[in-house]
């Protein structure tokens, strides 16, 4: 009897050339060192807010993580056609209600207003939930206008709103936030555990920063031709590799975070966007928009497993030049090497596709024609229909 897929593994060769898709606090590509050798890495969390903002777009949940809720539901109720003053107030009221709260100030000299009260934590909530904010200060818009303005930092109690209906309306969620799961500490029993793990990414091969010296030109100068010189001289660090791109889905949590979604959707969505999800950094001067060079999916039911120790002694560029097909090698291998030494009883499925390759071991399973009909028979067997489990 085939075990039931409890972990389905997603594995990602893709090359980028020219880039600075994840840069830190100064401005700099981001490194890791491993194996003993330097790589470019992109962070899980870049990789992840790219596809969960496509995900988003595929399956029309939104999502909003901010820490200017009370500013949000300001713009609603002045769209509504509150006055300004007031929705300002009912604004600050809801975002106070949250929890431990600070003020923006502005102007010279510094004043405080009532819009720019920020949470102190970031509220992570549908989209509708600004729409149910706003209803429930419809509610109260008599308490709300004789209600004081809040002029200095506290906590929930300086609200004129009751906390517990506003953590209500915060604790909503939708199959974005069941995929990717919520921290949300300020608010009890509003933590979701995210179903999906990312890896940070790395490239299969060393990798070192290229620093790019660029100049740009006034153009009345450049018509004028009176005088010599740019307008602005400056630098901005970029790499380029094929990336070690790796994440899981826990089946289990997921089905129990969706409640009665859809899971088959939900599934099919995220695997199309982080297949193809780009982190936008510096999109407008690199446009590092390539496709993956193979896509590999395993449904495991046992447990997740990474094939980057696959790259931790780093690949060796192809004596005709290129990195792709020596990762691929490598990540074939090492499926190879972990097939025998946990055996294949617990891998439930896997396949692979790739826009220019034909054929792979057979450690990394069949090839489908294509990114949708592997995703389509991935989610099949995942969640077979049930027929097929009567059938099993």
């Known amino acids: 009897m085939t075990p039931r897929a409890r972990f389905l593994d997603i594995h990602i060769l893709q090359s980028v050339p020219f880039a600075n898709l994840n840069r830190d606090d100064t401005n700099s590509v981001k490194t890791v060192l491993y194996g ?138 939708n199959d ?54 740019s307008a602005h001289m400056g630098h901005a660090e970029f790499s380029s590799g094929t990336f070690y791109r790796y994440a899981t889905i826990d089946l289990d949590e997921l089905t129990t975070n969706l409640s009665g979604s859809d899971i088959r959707e939900v599934l099919t969505g995220f695997l199309t966007a982080f297949t193809l999800a780009i982190p936008q950094a510096k999109k407008n001067s690199t446009a590092p928009h390539t496709l993956p060079h193979i896509v590999h999916f395993a449904l495991r039911a046992d447990r997740p497993v990474s094939f980057a ?29 972990a097939g025998t030494f946990l055996g294949t009883g617990n891998l439930v499925y896997n396949a692979w596709t790739s826009p220019e390759l034909k054929d792979l071991p057979e450690a990394l399973g069949a090839r489908t024609d294509g990114l949708d009909a592997l995703i389509t028979q991935t989610v099949d067997q995942a969640q077979p229909t049930d027929s097929e489990d009567s059938a099993a």
């Open 309 to 337: 120790a696959a790259f931790e002694q780093p690949v060796r560029t192809a004596a005709h030049g290129g990195n792709g097909l020596p990762a691929v090698d490598a990540l074939a291998t090492y499926a190879a090497a």
């Open 176 to 229: 974005v936030i069941n995929l990717f799961g919520r921290m949300l500490a300020e608010i009890d029993r509003a933590g979701v555990d995210g179903a999906v793990q990312v890896a940070h990414a790395m490239t299969t091969h060393e990798a070192d920063a290229d620093l790019d010296y660029f100049t740009a030109v006034d153009d009345l100068t450049s018509t004028w031709q009176d005088t010599t010189g």
């Open 36 to 173: 003993g050798k330097l790589r470019t890495r992109v962070s899980s969390q870049s990789w992840k807010r790219a596809a969960r903002v496509d995900f988003e777009k595929l399956t029309g949940n939104s999502t909003l993580r901010t820490r200017r809720i009370g500013e949000a539901v300001t713009r609603e109720l002045a769209n509504r056609g509150w006055p300004q003053e007031l929705a300002e107030r009912a604004g600050a009221h809801v975002a106070a209600a949250v929890g431990k709260f600070e003020l923006e100030e502005q102007g010279e000299p510094k004043k405080t207003i009532p819009n720019h009260v920020i949470t102190n934590a970031m509220i992570y909530v549908p989209q509708a939930a600004v729409s149910e904010l706003a209803d429930y200060a419809e509610e109260h818009r008599e308490k709300l206008e004789t209600a004081k303005d809040i002029t200095k930092k506290g906590e929930a109690k300086a609200s004129a709103l009751p906390k517990d209906a506003i953590d209500a309306i915060l604790r909503s969620r």
